[in-house]
T-cell receptor
Framework: DAKTTQPPSMDCAEGRAANLPCNHS???????VYWYRQIHSQGPQYIIH???NNETNEMASLIITEDRKSSTLILPHATLRDTAVYYC????????????FGDGTTLTVKP | GAVVSQHPSRFICKSGTSVKIECRSL??????MFWYRQFPKQSLMLMAT?????????EQGVEKDKFLINHASLTLSTLTVTSAHPEDSSFYIC????????????????FGSGTQLSVL
């Protein structure tokens, strides 16, 4: 699976959009980008995933660059409950269990 | 969405005790479940893959006899930490993939809430 690079930490004001970047310059054509988050002392939670096109669901939007070497997770209106560690994972879609969780980005939403 | 239930959420025991952690998929069948451990301020580390009806597959460096995994049904996998010692204290997490999920666009993982094990 391709390696990802994320900033270790970010702050965001409550109510504002949180934009979390992820670099995956070695991604291959068949690898998907997945985002999970882990709130303190809980198991990770699936957020969104995509291959080439931008994706949106009730939780977030995923913007993938045209060359697929980077992506951005957007939480449109961050709340205090969005404070968590966000993991960007790149992997083949048939290899869910081998997802490699890097260090992620600790997002702190401040009032 | 799919729910994975993990019990207990917290367990404190004396050194030498064996501890069993259960992971259940509540509204879907999971032929494969995964076990992770996580130390404070670190990321998740995959320990083993639990396969229904067959032996688990362990990651390199994980002791099979120390961490016993049983996956006897499509909805239940258990991890037993045998003769636990203080260095086994950690946050243990399970996850499952929906067996009915079609390959190609839906290989999401659903995680349990984790078990904080403290060995005194």
């Amino acid at each position: 699976d391709a390696k990802t690079t994320q900033p270790p930490s970010m702050d965001c004001a409550e109510g504002r959009a949180a934009n979390l970047p992820c670099n995956h310059s070695t991604i291959s054509g068949n690898e998907y980008v997945y985002w999970y988050r882990q709130i303190h002392s809980q198991g990770p939670q699936y957020i969104i995933h995509g291959l080439k096109n931008n994706e949106t669901n009730e939780m977030a939007s995923l913007i993938i660059t045209e060359d697929r070497k980077s992506s951005t997770l957007i939480l449109p209106h961050a709340t205090l409950r969005d404070t968590a560690v966000y993991y960007c994972i790149v992997r083949y879609n048939t290899n869910a269990g081998k997802s490699t969780f890097g260090d992620g980005t600790t997002l702190t939403v401040k009032p | 969405g799919a729910v994975v239930s993990q019990h207990p959420s917290r367990f404190i025991c004396k050194s030498g005790t064996s501890v069993k952690i259960e992971c259940r998929s509540l509204d879907f069948q999971a032929t494969t479940m995964f076990w992770y451990r996580q130390f404070p301020k670190q990321s998740l580390m995959l320990m083993a893959t639990s396969n229904e009806g067959s032996k688990a597959t362990y990651e390199q460096g994980v002791e099979k006899d120390k961490f016993l995994i049983n996956h006897a049904s499509l909805t239940l996998s258990t991890l037993t930490v045998t003769s636990a010692h203080p260095e086994d204290s950690s946050f243990y997490i399970c996850s499952a993939r929906d067996a009915e999920s079609p390959f190609g666009n839906n290989e999401k993982l659903f995680f349990g809430s984790g078990t904080q094990l403290s060995v005194l």
